[in-house]
């Protein structure tokens, strides 16, 4: 499965530079004869992707980090990674292994994995409440709801200190009729969140004939994403749905 995503990335690499070519063409000419040419814009199905198929599918993280495609002129700069985030309370990178800012510093250890869980539900979930009863069966559906309640007010204490030991007195982790969210008073910066927004922004442009921006806004995405959402969780599964 590695090498196959590995495959996949490498060819993303190999489109994305022609994707430059393709949208400076489109922008700085047009064809001699009037016509409108169109183009067939392709990437491989992992589905046709080999474990041994192709040489791309013995490529190393190492070697396609090496071969990144520099920004094109007038493409929007990578993003800032957590800690350097501007005016972001919270900075969460959870595309690839979760990276967590706080207040200017990054949390290097969960003292609770389950903290650690509830965390990553909010975080998807940010915007929308949720219930407790949600939490208390995602976690502890084989648990009795006493027994849930008191494991998940366990976890929310530990995340608590978590997110607070950072140095602020504000509360990250509002409860409020019956439902945990992120506090809406702070800023949080998601890198999955900014992810889908520029995919959005960038469908829009392309439906609307701007390529520029089109591609401009899909490397930009390809930028944000660093790896699977919340790769280096290994103990859940509720999220699986929404990396795929």
Not at 195 to 220: I, K
Request: charged share 20%.
């Amino acid at each position: 499965v590695q090498q196959g995503i590995e495959a996949i990335l490498a060819s993303w690499e190999r489109h994305i530079t022609m994707a430059e070519e393709e949208a400076r063409h489109l922008v700085s000419s047009a064809p001699r004869d009037g016509k409108q040419r169109r183009r067939r814009w392709w990437a491989p199905s992992p589905s046709r992707v080999g474990p041994t198929g192709t040489a791309a599918a013995q490529a190393t993280p190492a070697a396609l980090a090496q071969t990144a495609v520099p920004p094109a002129a007038g493409v929007e700069p990578a993003p800032a990674q957590p800690a350097t985030v501007p005016g972001a309370e919270v900075a969460a990178c959870v595309l690839g292994p979760l990276d967590l800012t706080v207040a200017g510093h990054r949390v290097l250890r969960w003292n609770s994995l389950k903290a650690r869980t509830v965390f990553q539900y909010l975080v998807v979930q940010i915007g929308r409440p949720v219930r407790r009863e949600v939490l208390m069966e995602l976690m502890w559906p084989d648990h009795s709801v006493g027994s849930a309640r008191n494991n998940l007010n366990a976890a929310l204490y530990s995340l608590r200190n978590t997110l607070d030991q950072q140095g602020t007195r504000v509360p990250y982790i509002l409860y409020k009729d019956g439902c945990y969210l992120p506090n809406p008073e702070l800023m949080w910066w998601i890198d999955r969140t900014e992810f889908l927004s520029t995919l959005q922004h960038a469908e829009a442009a392309r439906r609307g004939g701007q390529p520029r921006q089109a591609v401009s806004g899909y490397l930009r995405a390809v930028r944000l994403y660093r790896g699977p959402l919340f790769e280096d969780d290994r103990d859940g599964d509720w999220y699986l749905p929404e990396q795929r």
